[in-house]
Every structure is written in structure tokens, then in C-alpha cells.
């Protein structure tokens, strides 16, 4: 008797990735949905994907600004919000891939 080993099969985006950098169009938005889905793709816990999510997004240190009620990590809160647009790379996904990412998202936004 053999045992099968399940892979979970994503979508290739770094043809369309690669493309859409070209195009000089990258929004925060779509940086962050990126590490997003690198980490679902990559089955990493909450902890190690809130790391990747703040080494792509530079916090605010500007101590006027702090002072003013920005937040250190304001465009990450921002891109990460349900209410902004939605990212190109939600385009390239199949519906499962997109409910995965959604709920990394929702799970992110509570951490931050």
C-alpha cells in the first residue's frame, strides 16, 4: 500500500508580478497583498508573515508627524484595510486563493 502525498497547487503570478512591475503601477496595496499571498503560498504562521509585512513597509519616524497621530505603520494599515481598493493581484487568483489571502488579511489587520 502507498501513501499519497497532497500538494496544494497555486497559481504562478510571477509572469503577471514581473509585468505589472514594469508597468511602474505597484500600489501598497498590491506590495502587501503580495507578501500576502507569498506567505499563503509559502504556509507560514502569523508571526513570520506580520515580519515580512513590516520589512516591506517603512515605518513613519518622523517625530512631527508621530506627534500629528500618524502611525508608524500607517500605509501598511492602510493597504490593509477592507476598505481600499482592491489589488490587481486579486485579478490573477482563483476564488480559493482569494478567500485564503482575505483571511491572512483580516488576520494581519487585527495585529497591527
Not at 27 to 47: I, K, N, P, Q
Not at 75 to 103: C, F, G, Q
Amino acid at each position: 500500500m502507498t501513501t499519497e502525498t497532497l500538494t496544494t497547487k497555486y497559481t504562478d503570478i510571477r509572469q503577471q508580478w514581473k509585468a505589472h512591475a514594469a508597468s511602474k503601477k505597484i500600489t501598497a496595496r498590491d506590495m502587501a497583498f503580495y507578501v500576502l499571498y507569498s506567505a499563503v503560498r509559502r504556509e507560514l504562521d502569523a508571526d513570520e508573515t506580520m515580519r515580512l509585512l513590516k520589512k516591506a513597509f517603512v515605518p513613519i519616524t518622523n517625530s512631527k508627524k508621530l506627534d500629528n497621530g500618524a502611525y508608524p505603520y500607517g500605509a501598511l494599515r492602510a493597504a490593509l484595510s477592507k476598505y481600499s481598493a482592491p489589488s490587481t493581484i486579486l485579478l490573477w487568483l482563483t476564488p480559493d486563493e482569494i478567500a485564503k489571502v482575505e483571511n491572512l488579511r483580516a488576520e494581519m489587520w487585527k495585529g497591527i
